[in-house]
């Protein structure tokens, strides 16, 4: 499964909840799927995605069985992973991070993570979270579909094909893309 | 503050007559209330322990701790983003690990939030490490672009609340982080 195909799966199971995405080509990608008002392209920022959407989670008046889903790397994971503690304290049930782990930092040149000499999976569930592993389309259908079902916060642990998709960079101006976002959420 | 004496003049050891850092934390108190606060994430410090006690217990403040400063940035962004009232409050050596977060996505994406950090070095500090980059914490901010107003022993009390207000309209007028930085170091009699 590559980025792109992940990336499809996550915004076909949640067209109406606000997503976070995360810096580099991953954001490049999503955005090649169609912008849209729920999402939120992050430009920079690595490791602030996961945080992002831990305030959103919290500040957002979800309906039922809402969701906020933040789309972040192995990288940017373990970069933001001071989170953990907070996400442990305050666990909020609307949160799903969906983590597409490659195992290398793809967006600048495929140097590795440190990812796979840790279970990621297993850190976040001894902070509380419930989990899921993919592997495939079929595999990220059904954890986003058992995300949907009981109350979270919920880490996927998404494997994905190293690699990028060629595609132009996403420069549109960052205060365009908030106040979009801010709007769908005010809807 | 307006009226009678707030609470947070009498909730630390030591009773009256009130020291600076209990006048400037009651005025803090005051502000962020004013602004009907729901959420206050912080990064502990100890010349705000009277602002953090009186809001972990607020009836309608959620106040909760974050690990680093960068992440109590996201965090609050987030929460802004939502469209709820909050605010960080850190110490001033925190910007080291937050400029980032502030410039790439507060700045960027024009989030009006408000950080309230506590002042580091100068006069009264204790700890021999942090002078060399606290006394140069305005100039980093405002090298970075950073809205900033600044209270301190000096300021007259009926400033704080007013600032801490104001700062936060400023941010939404402004579309733009913004920083009250609060001296509370000086613990000597205000009068």
């Known amino acids: 499964m590559t980025r792109l195909d992940a990336l499809r799966e996550i915004l076909a199971a949640c067209p109406d909840d606000p997503v976070v995405g995360t810096c580099g080509a ?10 849209r008002d729920n999402c939120l392209y992050m430009q920079n920022s690595m490791g602030l995605a996961g945080p992002i959407g831990l305030g959103l989670a919290l500040g957002h008046a979800a309906p039922e069985h809402g969701r906020v889903v933040v789309i972040e790397g192995d990288g940017g994971t373990l970069m933001g992973l001071s989170q953990l503690g907070t996400l442990a304290l305050l666990r909020p049930a609307s949160l799903v991070l969906a983590v597409l782990d490659n195992g290398v930092h793809a ?6 993570t440190a990812a796979g000499a840790l279970d990621l999976a297993a850190v976040f569930a001894a902070a509380g979270c419930c989990t899921a592993q993919a592997e495939d389309e079929a595999g990220l259908h059904a954890a986003l579909a058992a995300a949907r079902a009981a109350p979270g916060p919920w880490m996927l642990h998404v494997r994905i094909a190293p690699g990028n998709a060629p595609l132009p960079y996403y420069q549109e101006d960052p205060a365009v893309i908030a106040q979009r976002f801010a709007a769908f959420l005010a809807r | 503050m307006q009226g009678n004496a707030h609470p947070a003049y009498n909730t630390s050891p030591g009773g009256w007559p009130p020291t600076a850092r209990r006048l400037g934390s009651a005025e803090i108190i005051a502000g962020l209330e004013r602004l009907a606060i729901e959420f206050l994430p912080f990064v502990p410090c100890s010349t705000a322990a ?3 006690a009186h809001f972990r217990a607020h009836p309608s403040a959620r106040a909760f701790p974050v690990t680093r400063e960068e992440e109590g940035v996201g965090i609050l ?3 802004t983003l939502a469209g709820r009232s909050a605010a960080l409050m850190m110490q001033d050596t925190g910007f080291g690990n937050s400029l980032t977060a502030l410039t790439t ?3 960027a994406y024009h989030v009006p939030m408000l950080v309230v950090a506590t002042r580091t070095g100068g006069l009264g500090e204790i700890n021999a490490a942090v002078p060399s980059y606290s006394e140069s914490v305005p100039d980093v901010l405002h090298a970075a672009g950073l809205s900033l107003f600044t209270l301190d022993a000096r300021t007259p009390l009926p400033e704080w609340e007013a600032t801490l207000v104001g700062a936060k309209r400023y941010a939404e007028t402004a579309h733009r982080p913004v920083i009250v930085l609060a001296d509370l170091k000086r613990e000597a009699p205000a009068a």
Do not use: C, K, N
């Open chain 1, 26 to 35: 991953t954001i490049r990608e999503l955005a090649s799927l169609g912008v």
């Open chain 2, 77 to 79: 962004a987030g929460l």
């Open chain 1, 107 to 112: 967006s600048t040149g495929g140097q590795p």
């Open chain 2, 105 to 107: 996505f507060g700045q």
């Open chain 2, 50 to 52: 009277d602002v953090l």
